[in-house]
Structures are given as structure tokens and as C-alpha cells.
């Protein structure tokens, strides 16, 4: 079938994949990440680590994908994956279009390591100019942008001075500097917020809404729950190197806690409502409304007693839980009973 | 095809730069430049110690002699120490994942030290014929020649020290590296033990098949060294300084590759 006057080559191309199995969201997916897992040996007893087992998400174009978990959740073994800067024991990456190892994919990708380290001996300007010339920017342009992405993360002024006189906050954003080189499709940063003082987060939580404005993906790991919930569409949850808990923010923080809140106007005696089957708690809302927290399952036949009892219905909403709490309960509950994996070997190492 | 190259030379020498730019920046040349003086006021000395008519002979073979050393330990120090570095300082972390491959990596840090290298040998030599010319000695004419072949053989070294850094730590490198060194500097004897009426090595046996396996292995560095025909003032003539060079790619190119092989797969955990 021949594109008709005006279809873009792109536009022609979706039927075909389609048709080759691909579904038309797939377009979209700018990182997938299947059945991913990492097992690293011990130097000399060879034991087996497994540092990640059978990570599997999605990230979508223009998303803030969020990328949680304690330290030693294989997090960082994760992003390495997808750099390419270590091998996969099993499992695929796939970004945008194709894998770790494509210069293509490469080239449109920024990295920002955990706690990068730099070349002492060189300015920010000779950093990013080695990182220019290997990116094949042409000189002009590759000036330009230098200097332009030092004032953007506030280091113009130290543009001369060599990064071994620079403090750790510097180094960050001199990182984050030629992470945004390429002006890459997606960004990878690694614990981009560690380091920096509270100014430092608020500007560089800035620059990342910045760059979702600007239409690229970011793909960010931290254990800083509050810039996460903050700036993130969809999260992972990881633990041990296992996937605890994945989706978007507003999915996991009300189906985690598991239960619903009703508020009714009418009644404003609570001392009975509080001995109902399935209701957590229960308060005064005003002067003549009450909010009720009760478990989901219980909430339809809470709300028929409240209006048998003359009571009107103002609102039932999930009750949403916060990252913290949700954090906490997946990870922390379950340190005392350590994950094995079938040779009864303790899963996760340390970053 | 083409631009897929052009682009390949571009990243090695975006890497071979920066090579060249830490040998500046942490002061190597000023190390060198110190050298060279050494060898100047070292080699006056020595002549002067000389026996009479002897003088022109010392200042020759010496000063050949100390300018290879010289860039023998310059390619081993920084050869095992490149890519070690970059991996123990995790500075890798910021480059490999940028559209650059492993083996131009490699290639980058290979051709910054040929530079620096290169550099050094200049320091070196001009210290050593401003030591010629204090003394009164005309400079032989296959100096050229020589200083060509001393740097072909600091850059075979130099392969070889990145082939070992690749997957071992800077001492073993550094070890291994000067083994390779030794045995190839050897190579020419172990050939006339071989061919002499008696000895270990003229009869069968393991240690013939070890000696005849190192021959056919190991580069010959012999290959490199024209101190004699300096001294004895036989000319050097640029057929055998092309063949030689030619040489001198074959094994950097075979060590080179392996080492990147190695580099590829490794992974940075």
C-alpha cells in the first residue's frame, strides 16, 4: 500500500508494524526493560549474587520515571545495564529503537552517574569539550552549548577552574551539565539530588521539570521519596534486585492502602459509627458532616447504613497513602525475612 | 562507510587528546624535560671519564641507550596505569556510555601516548645532541633513523602494557609487561643459542620448545635497536626504518586488538 499526498513516512509505517506484531503504543515506549537479572560471582568462593532478578518496566515518552529503592536494590546495577556498561546475565533492554550497545541510541541518550567522578586535571569547559568532540558536535555549536549549559546549572563562573577545586555540589551539576550535552531524547540520571544542598535539589528539581517541559523523558533513580513523589508519573519499587511494587503514583499510593474514605453530611454523632464492622476511624467534619475511614470491602455497606440512618453522601474517595508509607511498607516490612533464591543464597548487593 | 570512519577517527582522537592534555596537566613533561637535562650533564660526565679517543662511542651508545630506557619505562608507567586509572577513578562511567566504542577507547588512550611518547623522545634527543654538539661531535647521520626506531619500540611496549592493563592491575601489568620487554630484547640470542653446536637450547628438548615458541611469539625488539650501526657510522637507510615500522603496526595492531577484545567484555560492576 503507497502513502497517500501529505502521510509522513512515519505515519505510513505504524500499519506495518502493526501488522508485524507491534502494537501501536510501542511507539511511544522509550525504554523496555524485560525479564532483566544480574548474578555476579564472589572473587574466589564464587558464590552467587544475585544483584537483580527479572526486572521488567516500561518508560514512555515525556514521562519523569521514577526509579526507587533502598541502597543495595540493584538500582544502579540496573542503569548500568541499560548504559552498557555491564552485561546482562539474562533478560533484554530495548531504548529507543534499540539496545545499550547501538552508538545511535547512545547519542541520544545523557547519562548522569551515581557520585560522578571527573577528570581533575580539566575545566568544565576542556570536560565538556572532550564530551563534544566524542559526541561529534561541531565546534561552533559544541562552544555554544557549553557555555550556555554552564549558566544553566550556575557554574559559568568557575568555567576555568579545574574540577578538582570544585566542591561535591559543583561536580553534580557539572555532571548534570554533560548529561544535557547531546541534548539528549532521555535522560538517565543516577541519584542526580545526592550531594546537594536544599537549594541545589530545589534547582535541580527545577531543571528536571524543565526538561519534561521541553518534551524529553527522564529516567531517575533516588531515595529521596520526596522529590520522587514530587516530580514523578510512574514509579519502580525495588528491593533486593526484585520489582516490589511498579506503576503510577496515584495507582500505587491508593490501591497500597486499602482503604476508602467517605464523608456524609447529616450525621454528626460518630460515637456509634465507630463500632461498625470494617471502620478504621471515624471524626466530625465541620459541624454537621463526618469522615469516615473504613476498609474498601466494607465501604458500600457502610455507605447504606450512613443513608438508612438519614445521612447524605458528599464523597467516597480512595484514600490515598504517601510514598514513604508505601515505600516503607514494601521494603522495610520485610528485611527480617531476607528474599533467598533457589540455592538459599541472600539476594542484593551493595551499589 | 566513510563517514562511519571518519567519525571512528574523530572519537579516538577526541580520547587520544585528552590523554595527551593529563600528561600536560600532571606534569610528565616537566619530568621528562628534567630527564633530558639529566641525560645532557650525565652524558658530558661519562665522556669525560671516557678513554681517550673513546669519548665520541660513549656519548653515541649512551645516549641512544639512555633515550630508549627512557621511553621504555615512559611506555610501561603510563601504558599499565591508562586504562587502570579510568577504571579504578570510575571515570569510564561518564565515557563508555556516550556513542563511543570500547575498542576506540582503547585506541584513543594508544595513540595520546604515542604523542606524549613522541614528545618525550624530542626532550630527550635534543638533550642528547646538545651533549654532542658541547663535545664537539658531529652527529651521525642515521640519528633520524634511530630515534624512529627507538619510538617504534616504545609504542609496541606501549600496546602491550595496554593489552595487560585491560584485564590485570598495574603491578602484574607492569610485570608481565617487562617480561615481554626482556624476552623480546632476547630474542636474538635465544636464536644463536639455538643455532650454536652445544648448550641447552641446541639439542631437543623442553627447554628448545620453549625457546623456539618464544621466537615465534615474541616481537624481536633487536629489530629496533641501530646503536651499533650509529657508532660504526653504517648508514640506516629508510627501507629497513619502513619494514621496521611495519613490524612494529603488525604487533601493535595484534595486542591492540586483543586487549580490546578483552576491554569489551569486561564488564564495570
Not at chain 2, 116 to 135: D, H, P, R, T
Request: glycine letters at 10%; aromatic letters at 8%.
Amino acid at each position: 500500500m503507497r502513502s497517500g499526498p501529505g502521510r509522513s513516512a512515519a505515519h505510513g509505517l505504524i500499519p506495518f508494524l502493526v501488522a508485524a506484531g507491534h502494537r501501536e503504543a510501542d511507539l511511544d515506549e522509550i525504554i523496555r526493560v524485560e525479564n532483566l537479572s544480574k548474578t555476579f560471582r564472589t572473587p574466589f568462593r564464587r558464590k552467587r549474587v544475585d544483584a537483580v532478578s527479572n526486572v521488567s518496566f516500561v518508560v514512555r515518552r515525556g514521562e519523569i520515571f521514577g526509579f526507587l529503592g533502598p541502597n543495595g536494590a540493584g538500582k544502579t546495577t540496573t542503569i548500568k545495564m541499560l548504559t552498557g556498561l555491564i552485561q546482562p546475565t539474562a533478560g533484554t533492554v530495548s531504548m529507543l529503537g534499540g539496545g545499550p550497545a547501538d552508538l545511535s541510541v547512545r547519542a541520544r541518550i545523557g547519562f548522569l552517574p551515581e557520585q560522578p567522578y571527573f577528570y581533575d586535571y580539566l575545566t568544565p569547559v576542556e570536560l565538556l569539550d572532550v564530551f563534544g568532540r566524542i559526541f561529534g558536535i561541531p565546534a561552533r555549536i559544541r562552544k555554544e552549548r557549553i557555555e550556555s549549559l554552564l549558566t544553566q546549572v550556575g557554574l559559568f563562573e568557575a568555567r576555568n577552574r579545574t574540577l578538582r577545586k570544585f566542591s561535591k555540589g559543583m561536580l553534580q551539576r557539572t555532571g548534570i551539565a554533560q548529561a544535557l550535552l547531546n541534548d539528549p531524547e532521555l535522560v538517565i540520571l543516577d541519584e542526580p539530588l545526592s550531594g546537594l544542598d536544599p537549594v541545589g535539589r530545589k534547582e535541580v528539581n527545577d531543571l528536571i521539570a524543565t526538561l519534561r517541559q521541553q518534551g524529553k523523558t527522564i529516567f531517575f533513580s533516588s531515595h529521596i521519596l520526596a522529590d520522587i513523589e514530587r516530580l514523578c508519573d510512574r514509579v519502580v519499587i525495588l528491593d533486593r534486585g526484585v520489582t516490589k511494587a511498579a506503576g503510577t503514583l496515584s495507582e500505587l499510593l491508593t490501591s497500597d492502602s486499602g482503604e476508602r474514605e467517605i464523608l456524609a453530611g447529616g450525621i454528626t454523632d460518630v460515637s456509634g459509627l465507630n463500632g461498625l464492622d470494617g471502620v478504621v476511624r471515624c471524626e466530625t467534619y465541620g459541624t454537621d458532616a463526618v469522615r469516615i475511614v473504613c476498609e474498601s470491602a466494607a465501604s458500600d455497606r457502610l455507605v447504606g447504613t450512613l443513608l438508612k440512618a438519614g445521612g447524605t453522601i458528599l464523597g467516597v474517595n480512595d484514600r490515598r497513602i504517601s510514598l514513604e508509607q508505601l515505600f516503607v511498607s514494601r521494603t522495610i516490612r520485610e528485611k527480617s525475612c531476607p528474599a533467598t533464591d533457589n540455592e538459599g543464597e541472600v539476594r542484593g548487593v551493595s551499589e | 562507510m566513510k563517514n562511519g570512519l571518519a567519525d571512528s577517527i574523530r572519537r579516538t582522537f577526541a580520547i587520544a587528546r585528552n590523554t595527551v592534555l593529563e600528561a600536560i596537566r600532571n606534569r610528565a613533561f616537566l619530568g621528562m624535560g628534567i630527564a633530558a637535562f639529566g641525560l645532557v650533564v650525565s652524558s658530558i660526565a661519562l665522556s669525560s671519564l671516557a678513554v681517550r679517543d673513546q669519548a665520541e662511542r660513549v656519548l653515541v651508545d649512551f645516549g641512544l641507550a639512555a633515550t630508549s630506557l627512557m621511553e621504555i619505562v615512559i611506555a610501561i608507567t603510563m601504558g599499565v596505569i591508562l586504562v587502570f586509572k579510568e577504571i579504578d577513578r570510575k571515570t569510564f562511567y561518564l565515557v563508555l556510555p556516550k556513542p563511543i566504542r570500547r575498542s576506540e577507547v582503547i585506541a584513543g588512550k594508544f595513540v595520546g601516548l604515542l604523542g606524549v611518547l613522541g614528545a618525550s623522545l624530542l626532550l630527550m634527543a635534543a638533550g642528547w645532541l646538545i651533549s654532542l654538539q658541547v663535545k664537539g661531535i658531529s652527529i651521525p647521520a642515521g640519528v633520524p633513523q634511530a630515534l624512529l626506531l627507538v619510538w617504534a619500540q616504545a609504542a609496541l611496549i606501549t600496546s602491550v602494557a595496554i593489552f595487560f592493563s585491560s584485564f590485570a592491575s598495574p603491578v602484574l601489568s607492569g610485570v608481565f609487561t617487562f617480561g615481554v620487554f626482556m624476552v623480546g630484547s632476547s630474542v636474538t640470542v635465544l636464536q644463536e643459542l639455538m643455532q650454536a653446536r652445544k648448550g641447552m637450547l641446541a639439542t631437543p628438548g623442553p627447554a628448545r620448545l620453549i625457546a623456539e615458541g618464544a621466537v615465534a611469539v615474541f616481537p624481536d625488539l633487536s629489530v629496533f635497536n641501530v646503536g651499533k650501526e650509529l657508532i660504526l657510522r653504517i648508514p640506516v637507510t629508510w627501507e629497513y626504518v619502513g619494514a621496521s615500522m611495519l613490524y612494529c603496526g603488525f604487533y601493535c595492531l595484534f595486542f591492540l586488538a586483543i586487549g580490546a577484545l578483552v576491554f569489551q567484555r569486561r564488564d564495570f560492576s
